[in-house]
DNA sequence: GAGGTAAGAG
DNA sequence: CTCTTACCTC
């Protein structure tokens, strides 16, 4: 099964992208963020023409996570991260396909740092931290990927010295990362190429992917009882290149079939 | 000599259309209307490119006149219609191509009807008079060319009875199409097709296009003197169902050699 | 730089 | 509907 996440930055506008992206890379699940589409606009028809069905949580003019899904059912768990009822930006959509959960999340980028948006992030990161802890004590086989918005380590960086007050690599956040890691998440594309520099984004500007001054952002992570089954992973940054793409890169896992291990 | 005229609205959104199209039809002067574009992000590269010069008056936003020429020396006579130096609008736009002034005009919608929209419209039609009596009086080789927005005859729309309060049939505006005619300037399509339905324009709205739902506004006026000349003409009406194309279609009429008369 | 929105014009 | 500008976010 191949598992894979893209940050879109607006399904709409991305669409000839993402179609191409599907045809070549043929997953099996695929979760999306930065919709930038409400509810209604969700290009439906197209994703379904393309062979995959759909949930989706959309929300207008920012954020929007989806997951797709190519010959498997969907069932849809929760569209939101619990912890706050306040909380209405969609950044989370949570669905089992294949006796597997799959945690679809596009995490608050928190810039600029200090502030509230800072907080935000901080406050979700600890809800995100009570889910993820409860699916560990279930011992389900699950699956937390998506847009973390978070430079795991100074390798994951282009110029690390450059960013230590970003919201994106400030120490309080690297510290959850690496404790969610601690608890039994597999960060499973650095497992896979311990020693590789891997970014999956690049920012628009500066001719960033052309200098290949990128960072790590986007991440799969699995509970305990999924990560003997990792076969393979990796990024298609070959996509950020192509005409009118997103500014962050497809990323995508392969896990050997159940019955095989 | 090919002459055409093309409302592109919008000349940089509308570039690949324009430049597709100026590669099929091989048009000696082409006028432009509705650049939208201020006067330094003229495309005037990819014009060049594409084996044409320019003269050109740009506007931030709306309007914008430009003329076009494959292979001719574009002399420019004036930028604006006389006779209003507060009128800052660039809809109008002379040159002298292979001895043909060439008069390129954008006129005034005059939406909504009644009100000072319309009462500019008819100022600048006026004025328009004036200009083109002048040229009839001067016995010039001459062609008044471009998006009149104005809808000739009830002939030259798809419903007329919903039209007659709009700027674009009142009779005011009608009749003073037909005085300029009367002067002497001839209709050179409607002269080459007196018994087709023939229409330049298709809103972007209601599927107009795919119903037919047109209206014929734009017109390309001989002088006496060129009528003679006139050897065929026609609307590129394929164009307007090109991706991304303008709502309005080429026009454009074709004059024998000077020496062949 | 490139998405989104909104208003104004057509 | 589809242009434009100006603004906001990342």
């Known amino acids: 099964?191949?598992?894979?996440?893209?940050?879109?930055?607006?399904?709409?506008?991305?669409?000839?992208?993402?179609?191409?992206?599907?045809?070549?890379?043929?997953?099996?699940?695929v979760c999306l963020q930065e919709l930038k589409?409400?509810?209604?606009?969700?290009?439906?028809?197209?994703?379904n023409d393309a062979g995959y069905n759909a949930i989706w949580h959309g929300q207008k003019?920012?954020?929007?996570?989806?997951?797709l899904s190519k010959g498997y059912e969907i069932t849809e768990v929760q569209r939101a991260l619990p912890g706050d009822p306040e909380d209405i930006q969609s950044r989370y959509i949570e669905a089992i396909i294949d006796q597997i959960?799959?945690?679809?999340l596009y995490l608050p980028n928190?810039?600029?740092?200090?502030?509230?948006?800072?907080?935000?992030?901080?406050?979700?990161?600890?809800?995100?931290k009570k889910r993820t802890d409860e699916l560990i004590k279930m011992d389900l086989p699950a699956v937390i990927i998506g847009d973390f918005n978070i430079i795991p380590t100074p390798f994951d960086v282009h110029k690390p010295e450059r960013w230590e007050n970003d919201a994106l690599y400030r120490i309080e956040v690297r510290k959850a990362f690496?404790?969610?890691?601690?608890?039994?998440?597999?960060?499973s594309i650095r497992t896979l190429f311990p020693e590789e520099k891997i970014y999956t984004?690049?920012?628009?500007?500066?001719?960033?992917?052309d200098r290949d001054a990128g960072i790590r952002l986007d991440h799969v992570l699995l509970s305990?009882?999924?990560?003997?089954?990792?076969?393979?992973?990796?990024?298609?940054?070959?996509?950020?290149?192509?005409?009118?793409s997103s500014d962050h890169a497809p990323v995508w896992i392969e896990l050997e079939k159940e019955g095989k291990q």
Chains 1, 2 share one sequence.
């Not at 399904?11 to 043929?26: H, I, K, S, T």
């Open 1 to 29: 099964m191949k598992i894979a996440t893209y940050n879109v930055n607006g399904v709409n506008g991305r669409l000839p992208v993402l179609l191409r992206w599907l045809q070549e890379a043929q997953p099996d699940v």
């Open 37 to 47: 589409a409400p509810q209604e606009r969700f290009p439906l028809k197209e994703i």
């Open 61 to 67: 003019s920012w954020n929007g996570v989806a997951i």
């Open 101 to 104: 959960v799959i945690c679809c």
């Open 110 to 128: 928190g810039n600029p740092y200090p502030g509230p948006k800072f907080e935000y992030k901080l406050a979700w990161i600890d809800r995100l």
């Open 178 to 187: 690496e404790k969610m890691l601690k608890k039994g998440w597999l960060d």
């Open 201 to 209: 984004f690049w920012d628009y500007l500066y001719k960033a992917y």
């Open 224 to 244: 305990p009882y999924l990560s003997s089954r990792l076969k393979s992973g990796g990024v298609d940054r070959h996509v950020r290149g192509w005409e009118k």
